[in-house]
């Protein structure tokens, strides 16, 4: 199991939310490169690096920081918040993202999507499916869709989806542990996708159960900003 620290961007510095709350905004560090190179310092591999200006006005903005990130460390970066177009997923590749994470339009414009994963490869894409009570929410977690999860995977899967980053938002930046059975539950019914399993994750016991249940990777977050997981506990895992 991969595991993959998260940068939340607003503003250029790096902050936390509660719930996907941007009212409930923590800046961390003023300057989310020297937070990257932390996680590559201590031996961790990938960063999970998201937009949260971009998520919340329906395209990138925080470039300068994705692009330093990029060429200055080694990391293997997934990124979302804001894609909307086929240019920007271009210039983020270009920049040296290996993954995006496609959300909100992923909702609002299957077809374009479908299209991306053929264009661009499955290996490439992400398919970002942030949930409350069972259903999909969008737009930086600000708007709900009226979609249940398991018809939103049912229907990327025929089009060659192989990666879904699932966020419950319940769970996150509430350190009070991920909602397990809601993986479980997504691998029993879509066994041949590789579930990234994202919010909650409070402690390292948390990772052993996902790892358990066969996730594929695990985004931490405010475990890390909060002292409760130790970058060195991390990479030994």
């Given at each position: 199991m991969r595991i993959i620290p998260a940068i939340d961007i607003i503003d250029g510095k790096c902050v936390r939310l509660t719930q996907g709350d941007y009212a409930q905004k923590k800046i961390y560090n003023?300057?989310?490169?020297?937070?990257?190179?932390?996680?590559?310092?201590?031996?961790?591999?990938?960063?999970?690096?998201?937009?949260?200006?971009?998520?919340?006005?329906?395209?990138?903005?925080?470039?300068?920081?994705?692009?330093?990130?990029?060429?200055?460390?080694?990391?293997?970066?997934?990124?979302?918040?804001?894609?909307?177009?086929?240019?920007?997923?271009?210039?983020?590749?270009?920049?040296?993202?290996?993954?995006?994470?496609?959300?909100?339009?992923?909702?609002?414009?299957?077809?374009?999507?479908?299209?991306?994963?053929?264009?661009?490869?499955?290996?490439?894409?992400?398919?970002?499916?942030?949930?409350?009570?069972?259903?999909?929410?969008?737009?930086?977690?600000?708007?709900?869709?009226?979609?249940?999860?398991?018809?939103?995977?049912?229907?990327?899967v025929h089009n060659g989806i192989e990666y879904v980053a699932c966020t419950d938002i319940s769970t996150d930046g509430m350190l009070s542990g991920p909602n397990v059975d809601l993986y479980k539950n997504i691998l029993l019914t879509f066994p041949q996708l590789q579930i990234i399993a994202s919010g909650g994750v409070s402690c390292l016991e948390d990772l052993f159960e996902l790892n358990q249940i066969g996730a594929d990777g695990v985004i931490v977050g405010k475990a890390i900003y909060e002292g409760r997981i130790k970058l060195d506990e991390l990479a030994e895992f």
């Open positions: 003023e300057n989310p490169v020297e937070v990257a190179k932390e996680f590559e310092n201590a031996g961790l591999k990938y960063l999970h690096l998201v937009d949260l200006d971009g998520a919340k006005v329906g395209k990138v903005v925080n470039w300068n920081v994705v692009e330093s990130i990029c060429k200055e460390t080694g990391l293997d970066v997934d990124f979302g918040g804001g894609i909307k177009t086929e240019e920007q997923i271009e210039r983020l590749f270009s920049y040296g993202i290996k993954q995006v994470n496609l959300g909100s339009i992923a909702v609002k414009d299957p077809k374009k999507v479908s299209d991306w994963i053929r264009l661009f490869g499955s290996e490439k894409i992400i398919l970002s499916a942030d949930v409350k009570n069972e259903m999909i929410a969008i737009s930086g977690w600000q708007e709900s869709a009226a979609i249940p999860i398991t018809t939103f995977l049912r229907d990327y």
